[in-house]
Structures are given as C-alpha cells and as structure tokens.
C-alpha cells in the first residue's frame, strides 16, 4: 500500500504546465484516506485498476495494479482472473476490456471518457463504408467503439498500427478512424517500399491535431542534442522532424534505453509529467495540452464505483457486438504477437 510519503516521491519532480502547481506533502496526505479505502475495496471484492499513462499522477501512482498504454493495457485485461476491472482512462478502453471478458465486470469511473476519434464515426459509417469500397481490409485504431470494432476486421493500436497494416495480406486497406496516423503509415511504408491501396476517414485527435513542425525546428535550435519524440496521431510534418515515433509506453521505454539526457515531447503532457518523475536526471520539455477526456478521472469517482457503482459506469455489450468485436480485436493479438 502506497504511503502519503511514497507518494510524495513519485510526484514531487512532476512539474507540467504552471512551476507553482506542484503536489506537496501535505496534498498526498489529504488523498490517503481516498487511496486506503480503495485498496480494501479491491481486496473485498477481487478488483483490479487499470491505469491509462494519461490518467492523473496521484491516481497512476497510488491505486494502479497496471498502468501503459492501450495495447499493453488489453493484454492485462485479457490475462487477468480478477472478479471486477476498473479501467481509468476513456470509454472505449474499457469497452475493449469488457470485449475480451464478457464475464467479467468492468467498470469505467469516467464520467465523461468520449475521445474524439471514437466519437468520430459510428458503425452506420463502417456499414456504408464497407459496401462502397467491397474487396478491402478495415482496419480499426483501438479508439473506436464497440460497435465501430463488429463492423471491422482488424484492431490495432498505436504501438503496432505500422507492422499489422504492413502484415495483412491484403493491399487493400481501409484505415479509421485517425486520418493523420493513417498518412503516417502511407509515409511510413512507401519509405519501406511497400505498395498498398490505404484508404482513410476522416478523424482527428483534438490534442494531437494542434502540433506543428515549426515548434521542432524551435525546439532544435534552442536545445542542442535534444531528442524529440512524438505520438503517430501527430501530422505527418511533425511526425517527419521526429526522432523517434511511437505508443506512450515506447515512449517511455525509448527514454529508459536512451544515451541522451534531455528530450521534447509532442503527446498528451500527462507523458511528459510520467517520464519526470520516472527519470529525474534527465531534462523534459513538451508541448503541454491536456486531453479533457483522460483528465475527468478522479479518486473520488474510482472509490463511487467500488462502492455503488452506477448504471452509466457500468460497461454493457450486447452479445453478438461483443462477439464480432472479440473477433477483430483478436485478429490484433494474432498479427502482434
Ligand atoms: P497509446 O495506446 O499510445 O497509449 O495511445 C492512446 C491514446 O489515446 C493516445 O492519444
Ligand atoms: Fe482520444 Fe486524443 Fe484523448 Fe487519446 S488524447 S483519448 S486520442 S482525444
């Protein structure tokens, strides 16, 4: 069990946005209560807490059985024998934990997890879709919902988008919905040299979106020897400046392995505020925007849910959904692993 003192360390270093928001002792002492009652909570009922890298750092660093990104998160999900999974993040993650344990309860604390590409297209689109471009491969990001996944025929995420498209025997593709990660891999595998028909739809990251090159190219003339780093939902000019691009956990496990001591961040500032605290010798910088979603977590709304939870929070999938969403986000696992 994590102590107001063990907490304090993780956060200290943490310093995003304002230099004078900083958590203090005393903050992690008032969150105690909060944290205690969760973890008796969880032995109670055999709970486990998933934790997006974008989730607030007092709920990552104290209640988190797991934490990573939406890739490593369903892994956990699909292994784990817990009774209840509570998945701090956005809707369709836990959705996605709910498609690979129908049996399980899963509950989702987020009062308001929408994301703006799940939230972008609807399996009506998919449906029409499929029947104007007959003979392709749909190929969905993780962010979509339930319904958007029994429309298609492989998942993917971030941190494998690149290599599944590239491995699916098919040359033509449909990619949705993140128009600016599917030019990345247009880019992406016409450098490889690999000939593929990638239509796409138009969605957008509302965080990602914003980026633009010019702030790499200010970044490299102020910080010699800075390494820059950037998420694939970032258009294709800030993905071309980048240094190394990939999902928030190789993100964070490319700063673990790297020689270098200072590094720029074009991803949700909750990274960047993970990667202080985890690495304190090393110097980060960021462009800082908050995505409104993964931030309307609370401790507060996790003790809610162990205790009563609502119907809202309560994560139901009808069950030939769930099958046919089973089916393509288990094609991911096929071609990832
Ligand atoms: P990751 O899978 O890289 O954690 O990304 C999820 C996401 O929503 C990024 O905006
Ligand atoms: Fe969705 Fe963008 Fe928020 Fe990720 S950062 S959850 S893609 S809105």
Not at 1 to 20: H, W
Not at 77 to 106: C, G, H, Q, Y
Request: glycine share 4%; net charge negative; aromatic share 8%.
């Amino acid at each position: 069990m994590v102590t107001a003192e063990k907490l304090y360390e993780k956060l200290k270093n943490i310093q995003v946005g304002n230099p004078i928001c900083q958590f203090t002792r005393e903050h992690c002492e008032l969150l105690l209560p909060t944290i205690e009652r969760i973890e008796d909570l969880k032995r109670e009922k055999n709970a486990i807490i998933l934790v997006h890298n974008y989730v607030a750092p007092q709920i990552f660093y104290s209640v988190a059985d797991y934490t990573g990104d939406s890739y490593g998160l369903s892994k956990k999900a699909k292994e784990s024998d817990a009774d209840i999974i509570i998945f701090a993040a956005v809707r369709f993650m836990a959705e996605t934990a709910k498609i690979l344990n129908p049996e399980k309860t899963v509950l989702d604390p987020n009062p308001n997890g929408g994301c703006s590409l799940a939230d972008g297209i609807t399996a009506q689109d998919v449906i029409r879709l499929r029947k104007e471009f007959p003979g392709y491969t749909f190929v969905c990001y993780i962010n979509t919902t339930a319904e958007v996944k029994a429309q298609c025929d492989v998942c993917v995420t971030s941190s494998n988008v690149y290599t599944i498209i590239e491995k699916i025997p098919n040359d033509k593709i449909y990619f949705l919905p993140d128009k600016l990660m599917g030019e990345n891999v247009i880019n992406h595998l016409k450098e490889k040299g690999v000939n593929k028909d990638i239509r796409l739809w138009d969605g957008t990251c509302y965080v990602h979106e914003e980026y633009q090159p010019e702030s790499i190219d200010q970044v490299r003339r102020n910080f010699e020897g800075v390494e820059i780093l950037v998420h694939p939902e970032c258009n294709s000019s800030v993905v071309g400046k980048a240094d190394y691009v990939g999902s928030t956990s190789q993100m964070l496990n490319h700063v673990r392995e790297s020689q270098r001591d200072s590094f720029f961040l074009l991803t949700e500032c909750g990274l960047t505020g993970l990667l202080q605290s985890e690495f304190p010798e090393k110097t980060f910088a960021g462009s800082c925007t908050l995505c409104k979603y993964m931030k309307s977590n609370s401790l507060e709304d996790i003790l809610n849910v162990l205790e009563n939870p609502s119907p809202h929070s309560i994560i139901e999938i009808d069950p030939e959904t769930q099958r046919r969403a089973l089916n393509c986000v288990n094609q991911m696992f096929r071609y990832a692993d």
